[in-house]
């Protein structure tokens, strides 16, 4: 069922042709009749001639709006696991729906490094995200829908497609590429609608965001509860390093899959602006390779415990990972890593944030969220015999910022982070984030 994110609006009614008939019919009437037989006793009836042209105008305009748009909704509620603009195809009658969200992010870094060294690093401004959602709801039972996706103002992917089967209102089958149902942000990325001016770390090296594979499944829920089960192509073990599973997405291109992972989530949703759960991973990631005659497994398992609440204007949102790796000294073999690069047998990462809404007792209709956050990854925590550990991979983070949201769909993020890991080699950074979607 769709979940409110903002206050629901009713979508509108299509007009006929029959009715938009007789609404011109009406007006032209009031226009050539009634100001005819007064225009020659005042010349101030001209104004009323006016008037009336106008109301056909705004009649017209209406009209064209409402059939060029029957289906036209807000981009304000979320439906089974997908963030406000992606869920837009759930809301509508039938038909065709557009959506999208978009992002710039300029990053300016500090000249040292936290042991005092220069860190080299050169400021950034990056048209970060420019997204189209595209779907088609055929009619109760079957929608297809998509996102469209330029990074970086250059790099085009397809970040999901896939077509929904409805069975009952709380029953559906999925298939074509998915996005995979672990985390906060994986299935609810557009931002406005997460804390903070860039993803979390235990977001992109633990739960490799964004993260989407071809496979099937089923989904489904009720106003307490959601869940999503689904079987995908797996990881490429092969591409893992030091930073995590991030470089063994495949991204549904002739992706193999030798190797299927299970993916499965369950939300509760029962309270009013509380989403808890969790959701978890498992697959082999080698896809038949052989090391001296062995088949490698490279079993990878990943589980998450959530949270996202908001409430009275106070907004908290944590997460804790954790992912295990099998066989991982042959993982990095058919890798080719060695020393400190090696892909860890152990990974781990947990972050918290909160933010208060210090408008929300006034009159203004806007919303300026200060916040903080704290965050922890480790993707080297335990690492196979003959690899070392990189004391960079030890890191955390801390952010304090502020958001201001004129509209629920619209959003500038400007925070602070302080970046340390057990190098000692962190940089701290300024971010600004402009952010929409609809």
Do not use: C
């Amino acid at each position: 069922m769709p979940t409110s994110v903002t206050e629901g609006r009713n979508q509108p009614q299509r007009v006929t042709p029959k009715l938009r008939h007789a609404l011109l019919t009406i007006a032209t009437a009031s226009l050539v009749f009634s100001p005819i037989d007064a225009l020659a006793q005042a010349t101030t009836d001209s104004t009323r001639i006016s008037e009336l042209e106008r109301q056909i105008e705004a009649v017209s305009r209406e009209l064209e709006r409402l059939d060029l748009g029957a289906d036209v909704v807000q981009a304000d509620s979320s439906a089974y696991g997908f963030g406000p603009a992606a869920s837009k195809v759930y809301q509508i009658e039938s038909g065709v729906s557009i959506g999208g969200y978009g992002e710039f992010l300029y990053e300016n870094y500090s000249t040292e490094r936290e042991n005092g060294q220069a860190s080299g690093a050169l400021d950034k401004h990056d048209a970060l995200r420019a997204i189209i959602y595209l779907g088609y709801k055929f009619n109760d039972r079957f929608i297809f829908n998509s996102e469209i996706e330029i990074e970086h103002a250059k790099e085009i992917y397809l970040e999901f497609a896939y077509l929904d089967y409805n069975l009952s209102d709380n029953f559906g089958l999925r298939g074509g590429m998915l996005l995979a149902p672990l985390g906060l942000v994986n299935e609810l990325h557009e931002p406005p609608i997460f804390l903070g001016s860039e993803r979390a770390i235990t977001e992109q090296r633990i739960i490799p965001t964004t993260w989407r594979e071809n496979g099937f499944g089923a989904f489904g829920g009720s106003d307490t509860f959601s869940w999503r089960l689904y079987a995908m192509n797996s990881l490429n073990g092969a591409n893992f390093g030091a930073k995590g599973v991030r470089g063994g997405r495949q991204k549904g291109y002739k992706a193999l899959a030798e190797d299927f992972g299970i993916a499965g989530r369950l939300d509760y949703t029962g309270t009013p602006g509380l989403l808890v759960g969790l959701s978890t991973y498992t697959g082999g990631t080698a896809h038949n390779r052989e090391i001296d005659g062995r088949k490698v497994d490279g079993r990878l398992t990943i589980w998450d415990a959530h949270l996202d609440y908001r409430t009275g204007g106070f907004w908290l949102r944590g997460l804790i990972a954790s992912a295990t790796i099998g066989d991982a000294a042959r993982l990095n073999s058919l890798a080719g890593n060695a020393g400190d690069d090696g892909v860890g047998e152990e990974m781990g990462g947990w972050y918290v944030q909160a933010g208060y809404d210090i408008l929300r007792n006034t009159t203004a209709s806007h919303e300026l969220i200060p916040y903080i956050g704290f965050e922890r990854v480790n993707t080297q925590q335990a690492v196979p015999m003959g690899f070392s550990i990189d004391p960079s991979m030890d890191l955390s983070l801390t952010t304090i910022g502020a958001a201001w949201r004129p509209l629920p769909q619209i959003s500038l993020k400007m925070d602070y982070q302080i970046h340390s890991n057990e190098a000692s080699t962190g940089v701290n950074q300024w971010n600004v984030n402009l952010g929409w979607l609809f």
